[in-house]
């Protein structure tokens, strides 16, 4: 019989394999329904990438790990919080604004803006805390409101602090100063797109995430919150008070999302920044198990997809939004397949506590002895 950390260690890989053998099957299905190319596009999409799509996706996985970390926060609080869209895009604006001005040089201009950005990102994520624990309005419902909310506010503040582009129809912020941009550096030499220099804040994000969360108190009373809010109150925990944190922590790190794109490549913010990453983060936040570890490699698969789906359009006349079901699905059948294997490895502890407690009987009685 395998040890039982073996057994948990095939159980953890066996769900997400199970999820995505299931969304290769179902995509595929679909692929016939339409009458498109299944082995053509699952021959683009497995395909090896370009240098610059290497490039790609490593900025991307970058961006989506971010996002994630910030939707896993709430969820190992009990907490969905769904409004990472917002918080990222009142929180890049503010990074902008701020980055744009210049007030400090260099690169103290720069921490000043992801200072602001994470404030600015905790204070809107807050909201749906507070309305939580004072009046008991579920943050779903908040946080979908706060995002329709943020959008349009910044739409107006951004309409305000605009300035002149020209004959361009971009409406966007001041540009952020040449000293306060972090460069990237070159992975391949035959291509000109660079990683991103701030995929060193995702690396510190998820370090930091792991350790908080495993190493600390407040990681434990975090995740007994989650597990049991009436177990933490028992144990003296203060439920409401962890909610506020544990939202002001997620969207201080959703307020970190946009900050690659806005120091690393678009260097203002405008009507065509990028928007969606934090729905894209809830899906990997589900796939990783809210672990940073399985979170990067989510991040990655993700990334992968995308950059992958570019061509289908071009080379096989198939829709790239082909990938976009093959995610959805992934989501759906990950919650399936880590259900499936919940209940599976439930029923092995099972069985092993009654093999062990049969082993530790007392032997029966000798018939003999007993009539004696």
């Not at 299944?38 to 799509?53: E, K, N």
């Not at 946009?258 to 678009?266: I, M, R, S, W, Y």
């Not at 359009?313 to 976009?324: A, E, G, H, T």
């Amino acid at each position: 019989m395998s040890s039982p950390r073996t057994t948990r260690i095939a159980l953890a890989v066996g769900a997400p394999a199970l999820a995505l053998v299931a969304a290769f099957l179902i995509t595929s299905l679909v692929l016939l329904f339409a009458g498109d190319s299944v082995s053509g596009v699952w021959g683009q999409i497995l395909s090896f990438p370009t240098h610059r799509g290497y490039v790609n996706i490593i900025n991307s996985a970058t961006v989506y790990y971010l996002s994630a970390v910030a939707v896993a926060i709430g969820f190992r609080m009990n907490l969905f919080n769904i409004g990472v869209d917002g918080q990222y895009r009142v929180a890049s604006f503010a990074a902008a604004v701020v980055a744009g001005e210049a007030w400090l040089p260099g690169y103290l201009n720069t921490a000043l803006a992801v200072l602001a950005a994470m404030l600015a990102g905790a204070a809107w994520a807050g909201i749906a805390g507070l309305l939580r624990v004072t009046r008991g309005v579920s943050e779903v419902i908040s946080t979908i409101m706060l995002n329709l909310t943020a959008t349009a506010l910044v739409a107006y503040l951004l309409r305000k602090a605009a300035v002149d582009g020209g004959s361009s129809n971009i409406v966007s912020t001041k540009p952020v100063p040449e000293g306060s941009r972090i460069g990237g550096f070159t992975l391949f030499s035959d291509t000109p797109t660079q990683v991103y220099g701030l995929l060193i804040l995702a690396v510190v994000v998820g370090v930091a995430y792991g350790f908080v969360l495993n190493r600390t108190r407040f990681g434990f009373d975090l995740r007994a919150t989650g597990s049991s809010e009436s177990a933490a109150v028992a144990s003296g925990i203060n439920v409401k008070r962890m909610v506020v944190i544990s939202m002001l922590l997620s969207g201080a790190i959703a307020g970190l999302v946009g900050l690659p794109l806005l120091f690393g490549d678009a260097y203002a913010y405008g009507s065509t920044f990028q928007s969606g990453l934090g729905f894209a983060g809830i899906a990997i936040a589900l796939l990783g198990r809210n672990h940073p570890v399985g979170i990067a490699l989510g991040a990655v698969l993700f990334a992968f997809l995308d950059e992958q789906a570019n061509p289908l359009q071009i080379v096989l006349n198939v829709s790239p939004d082909i990938v976009k079901i093959t995610q959805g699905t992934i989501v759906l059948t990950v919650v399936i397949a880590y259900e499936v294997v919940r209940r599976y490895s439930v029923g092995i502890e099972q069985r092993r506590v009654a093999a062990s407690l049969g082993d530790d009987a007392p032997p029966a009685a000798d018939s003999k002895e007993v009539r004696a």
